[in-house]
């Protein structure tokens, strides 16, 4: 007679009795004689049997009549101590169309199996197949339009990859229709041509009547002579009204053909002119100061006329009249902008616009530096430019 030992995991310090059923049946095949718990391992447990059969069981403790744990054992015909354990063998044993001993594929056989499958037989309509972007042809070519073809905005192509083959029949259409565009464009700029050739003709007849004058022009005696007569001159002689008003066309003219606008900021216009009234004054508390912008890249003219011990003055005054007829004095200096773009603004306060004087040829305005060096004082012309001398009248 053989006596089977089974050991099997319960809660510990439990009094239990334990029975084998045969696996998968409700009648009890024998109770254990004794179940005892091992003194270290708590809640481990061994339950004794005396030739229940050599078959696998079901192993199930009671405390009183309580089920607390279910195992499985397999038991043979011999004296021995068997382990219960939690799933039954049977159900890891092979299976119809399983089987624990075949070798799995191999990462190599997996991938083969995956490229040489038919797309066919994995497009099934919602799967991930379906939406995979595949190519039916030879050459590889992806297949998203109605054509067959991928359409995409490209970014840019490497050098010599656009041949003449490779131009389709719209894009020779577009490149038609842009240089139809750009003939209508020649049309208008031979227009502007022949109309700035008509107002140059008529500005070459103003220019045989100007003759140089120093920095300035003034009107030949001739083209004097053959001037209406104003209202209030002798005959032959023109109306310094009617002079100015013809001096200020040729000017605009001037400026227009040379390319480079004249756009007025306040009194003064671009190239530093300065216009003043008889008697003006431009103060900072009236807000009527003026403002000369200079180009200053660097910023180096700022740093010498700004420089400590550098007195600076503005006059301006013409030929046959004292230094500084008109005057006043520099009010400040600021950079305003950076690099290319970046000048020099010097804001001036006449003092005196010049109250007895009568207007005459234009005058020259001029800002003046001055450095102490001990006993001696160097002067220099920093800068100069035009002012313009006007009458006020009604």
Not at 206 to 214: A, I, R, S, W, Y
Not at 249 to 265: F, K, N, Q
Request: glycine fraction near 10%.
């Amino acid at each position: 007679m053989a006596t089977q030992t089974v050991e099997f995991r319960a809660a510990p310090g439990l009094t239990l009795t334990a029975k084998l059923f045969t696996a998968g049946s409700d009648s009890v095949v024998q109770t254990a004689s004794a179940v005892t718990e091992a003194t270290n391992r708590k809640g481990t447990y061994a339950a004794t049997f005396t030739d229940p059969g050599a078959a696998e069981f079901e192993l199930i403790a009671f405390s009183g009549t309580t089920p607390v744990c279910r195992w499985f054992c397999t038991l043979t015909l011999t004296t021995a101590t068997f382990q219960a354990y939690e799933v039954r063998v049977a159900s890891v044993v092979d299976k119809t169309g399983y089987s624990l001993t075949i070798t799995p594929p191999t990462a190599a056989q997996i991938t083969t199996a995956i490229y040489a499958a038919l797309p066919a037989d994995h497009t099934v309509s919602g799967s991930y197949g379906a939406r995979l972007i595949l190519a039916l042809n030879s050459n590889r070519e992806l297949q998203l339009t109605g054509s067959h073809h991928v359409a995409a905005d490209v970014h840019e192509f490497q050098p010599d990859t656009i041949t003449a083959a490779a131009l389709a029949t719209d894009a020779v259409q577009e490149i038609q229709s842009g240089l139809a565009t750009l003939a209508n464009q020649t049309t208008i700029i031979g227009y502007l041509d022949t109309e700035v050739a008509a107002i140059k003709s008529v500005t070459d007849k103003l220019n045989t009547g100007l003759v140089v004058d120093g920095a300035v022009y003034q009107f030949t005696a001739n083209m004097l002579e053959l001037a209406p007569s104003g209202g209030g001159g002798g005959s032959g002689d023109a109306s310094q009204a009617t002079l100015l008003e013809v001096q200020d066309t040729v000017d605009a003219i001037a400026a227009s053909l040379s390319g480079v606008p004249v756009t007025a900021s306040g009194r003064v216009a671009d190239g530093g002119t300065i216009t003043l009234y008889c008697g003006d004054d431009f103060r900072i508390r009236s807000g009527t100061e003026l403002t000369i912008s200079v180009s200053d890249i660097g910023g180096a003219i700022y740093d010498r006329l700004s420089a400590v011990g550098v007195t600076l003055a503005w006059g301006a005054s013409r030929r046959g009249l004292p230094a500084s007829a008109i005057y006043g004095t520099i009010a400040s200096l600021a950079e305003v902008g950076s690099g290319a773009s970046q000048v020099l603004d010097i804001t001036i306060e006449i003092e005196d616009g010049g109250q007895n004087l009568q207007p005459a040829e234009d005058y020259t305005w001029q800002i003046e530096s001055e450095q102490d060096h001990g006993s001696e004082v160097d002067r220099l012309v920093e800068m100069e430019g035009t002012l313009i001398l006007r009458r006020r009248v009604v």
